[in-house]
């Protein structure tokens, strides 16, 4: 059975250039959090002609760091693996600063208004990018090209992209080696995030680089490592409804009761989206319960 075990060495300073490969530089924006780790990593594709991947939070600092990264070059890409506020809400600016054409799947639904807990990964309403790019179709440059890989789960546009000169698969927050992925409904659905990790293994990838985190190399094991863990997670579910819990919050406190309880908000997102996946598949029924909401069962 394939293990998750999580990598959180990234001494990494925020908004300084580093050299990631012969390909790719990172600047790590300054938005450490309890959902973004250390930061937004912002990436920096070849050298002249550049595309910048993930620009990250709607920050000045991080807007002249990677300004001051790119001095003397011609960005002529700025790509956005999704729209969470974290990572797409800095290319407007940017787009005016060096007139390069935004990148990404597109827009996603108009959804309700989130009450309650308000993670870093909330969405940017405003993000509609000028080139909509579909799974297999590819943007280059000078000594590159990225082939957009499409991940929905985390997100409906979840864009991941291959660099194929160095066979390597910007992620966004799809895989990261630091921590699982939230997938926080109404915008997350657990199904597509099951296809989208399958997806992944029918590559050959050699390395990923997530926007949070360090990089993975032979990034297949953590894959199949990530589907274990997601699939223990629903017969966890399931084993709590079995034994009598009708909500969320009673799975969440059997369930997550080794983790901060500030983040059982979030795992209660995921669970949901979970109980969402199950109830699709047949193994799980919803049935309304008056003022207190939804209560669930295992069929």
Known sequence: MASLNFDRSFDVPSETTMVVSPLIRRVLADNPGPFTFKGTSSFIIGHGQVAIIDPGPASDAHLAALLAAVKGETVSHILVTHSHL????LASKLKRATGAAIVGYGPVADQPEQEGLRLDASIDADFDPDIKLRHGEVISGIGW???GVFTPGHMSNHM??????EKALLCGDHVMAWSTSVIAPPDG???????????????DDDVYH????PSRRDPRPLVRAYLTHRRMREDAIVTRLKAGD????????ANYADIDPKLH???????LAHIEHL?????????????????????
Not at 210 to 213: L, N, R, S, T
Not at 246 to 253: L, N, W
Not at 279 to 296: D, F, H, K, M, T
């Open 246 to 253: 009708r909500s969320i919050e009673e799975i969440v406190k």
């Open 210 to 213: 997530p926007a949070h985190g």
């Open 279 to 299: 109830i699709e598949r047949g193994l799980v029924r919803a049935e309304p319960r008056g003022a207190a909401g939804v209560q669930y069962f295992a069929t």
């Open 189 to 203: 659905n657990m199904g597509q995030y099951f296809a989208s990790l399958r997806l992944l293994l029918e590559r």
């Open 145 to 147: 090209s990225l082939e």
């Open 265 to 271: 908000a979030a795992a209660g997102l995921s669970t």
């Open 86 to 89: 974290d990572h797409s809400p």
């Open 160 to 165: 991941s992209f291959a660099l194929r000169e």
